[in-house]
Structure formats: structure tokens, C-alpha cells
């Protein structure tokens, strides 16, 4: 069965923290990996990750993936109380598959 | 930007009740998808719909639910019969080429059965 598992499932920082969170997966073939963030109800689009070692950034967040060890990490850099969010890491088994699977996700606290 | 619709945000129902909810999608995508995520847990994929067919659906979505595009705009999920469990939150999704360039959410309908 296609597994993807995140952690940490909570995390509070102070506002100008840097954070990292975990996603590790386990699925019969895969294609892509992807990071949304869910705030209110939408999740919205992050990143999607398709080859080891090569680090996706937009502004004070980036993602890499790793292949070999099967996990991906997203960082977050000088947060801000507006990341305050469920990030959800989901991934697409492939093989013809149109689903993603996705992680229980993280709740992303940032104190001011 | 373009967005996913999806009408109405909150619905309540009897239980053994019949719901439809629905979904504009983006006008050039041609997927279109239901997930459904019951509070506390995690995303999960009901159904994918392509080209007036079901392409793919979950072990979840079994014959209480159907999905239809009955115009051109308009994308539908039926819940026949409602259960208690079946109280979640249901987003629709669409998407251009497929899942292998991702895909836009809407913002949900929360269903809550009673």
C-alpha cells in the first residue's frame, strides 16, 4: 500500500525561526512529489519535485527531494505568523495513476 | 488567477438523504478530481474523471457515489444515502494535462450529515 508519512505533525516557532519539515513516502513506482499549504480550507499548490538533489525555491521557502533515502524536506526561513499553516506533502505513484497520495500533514504554528 | 469553484461551501443533511455537490472547474482543464478529507485525517482520493469517464477511483468510492460533467462547465459529485461518515470535507480539483503537472483545488464543500 502507497504510505507517505510526515513529520513532525506540529511544530510552534517564534516568528524569524527557521523550520524544516519531513515527508517520507513509500509507494510501488513513483513520479512526483508535491508540497501544498492548507490554510483555511484550499490546499495550495507549493512545489513539485521530480529529481533527487535539485532544490526548488520561491522566496523563504525551498524543497528538495531525495530518491535514494525516499524523503523530501521543505524549509522555511524566517518565518512569518502568515505561514502559519497545515503544509501537506502528497505524492503521485505513477504507473498511470492519476491519484496523489497525501501525508497527515503539519501544522505549522509561528508565534510573534 | 483562475480558480476552482465549488458550490456550497457548507452543507447540511439528513442522514439517507441524497447530496450533489458541485464544481466549476478551470475552463481549459480537462481532469477533474474529488477528494474528500474527514476532520482530523488525511487528504483522500475518491475519483479522477477524464474525457466523460472515470479514469481511476478509490476503494472508498463505491456505488454510493457517482460523478458527472452533465454541461460543459459543471462537474458533480452524488452522495446517495448519506452515512454519518460520510460528514467530511470534498474539494474538487482540475487540471490541464493531468496530474503530472499538478493540479488547482477548490475550496471545499464541508458536508456534515445528521
Known amino acids: 500500500e502507497d504510505k507517505v508519512v510526515q513529520s513532525p505533525l506540529s511544530l510552534v516557532v517564534h516568528e524569524g525561526d527557521t523550520v524544516t519539515l519531513n515527508c517520507s513516502y513509500e509507494?510501488?513506482?513513483?513520479?512526483?512529489l508535491l508540497w501544498y499549504k492548507q490554510e483555511k480550507k484550499a490546499p495550495t499548490f507549493l512545489f513539485m519535485l521530480t529529481s533527487s538533489g535539485i532544490e526548488k525555491k520561491s522566496g523563504r521557502l525551498s524543497s528538495i527531494l531525495d530518491k535514494k533515502e525516499l524523503f523530501s524536506i521543505l524549509n522555511i526561513t524566517a518565518t512569518q505568523t502568515g505561514d502559519s499553516a497545515v503544509y501537506l506533502c502528497?505524492?503521485?505513484?505513477?504507473?498511470?495513476?492519476?491519484?496523489?497520495?497525501f501525508g497527515q500533514g503539519t501544522r505549522l504554528t509561528i508565534n510573534p | 488567477e483562475p480558480e476552482v469553484t465549488q458550490t456550497p461551501s457548507h452543507q447540511v443533511t439528513q442522514m439517507g438523504q441524497e447530496v450533489i455537490l458541485r464544481c466549476v472547474p478551470i475552463?481549459?482543464?480537462?481532469?477533474f478530481y474529488w477528494y474528500r478529507q474527514i476532520l482530523g485525517q488525511k487528504v483522500e482520493f475518491l475519483v479522477s474523471f477524464y474525457n466523460n469517464e472515470i479514469s481511476e477511483k478509490s476503494e472508498i468510492f463505491d456505488d454510493q457515489f457517482s460523478v458527472e460533467r452533465p454541461d460543459g462547465s459543471n462537474f458533480t459529485l452524488k452522495i446517495r444515502s448519506t452515512k454519518l461518515e460520510d460528514s467530511a470535507m470534498y474539494f474538487c480539483a482540475s487540471s490541464e494535462s493531468g496530474i503530472n503537472y499538478g493540479y488547482t483545488f477548490g475550496s471545499g464543500t464541508r458536508l456534515t450529515v445528521v
Open positions: 502528497a505524492v503521485h505513484p505513477g504507473g498511470g495513476a492519476q491519484k496523489l497520495v
Open positions: 475552463s481549459n482543464h480537462l481532469y
Open positions: 509507494v510501488t513506482n513513483f513520479r512526483s
